[in-house]
């Protein structure tokens, strides 16, 4: 699997923005779908993820803010951000798991501007 993400930008604090996460293949609807972000000077940190049956959880800091999906038809997944705060700035990286394999794709740099 390869993913490439893209969709990151520069926004103004309240903003919103929906990264997305696009993978080759066919097999997509069977992987387990992150989001990850890693800010400056610290390290990634799961943001949100979305099972293979279209469960998703969240870090305590994007809940009701973020919302994670996935479109298995497109083999696409993406990230709904409001509400965004300049903490959350930081560079996104989308990954694919299944079982002991993972998969990992460029990240998309966000920006929130205060």
């Known amino acids: 699997v390869q993913l490439q993400a893209f969709g990151g930008g520069l926004v103004e604090a309240g903003g919103s923005l929906r990264p997305s996460c696009a993978a080759s293949g066919n097999m997509f609807r069977v992987y387990d779908i992150g989001w990850y972000r890693q800010a400056p000077g610290k390290q990634r940190e799961l943001v949100a993820r979305i099972n293979s049956g279209g469960s998703s959880n969240y870090v305590d800091s994007v809940k009701g803010r973020f919302t994670i999906s996935r479109d298995n038809a497109k083999n696409t997944a993406y990230l709904q951000m409001n509400s965004l705060k300049p903490e959350d700035t930081a560079v996104y990286y989308c990954?694919?798991?299944?079982?002991?394999?993972?998969?990992w794709g460029q990240g998309t740099e966000l920006t929130v501007s205060s």
């Open positions: 990954n694919a798991e299944r079982t002991i394999l993972k998969y």
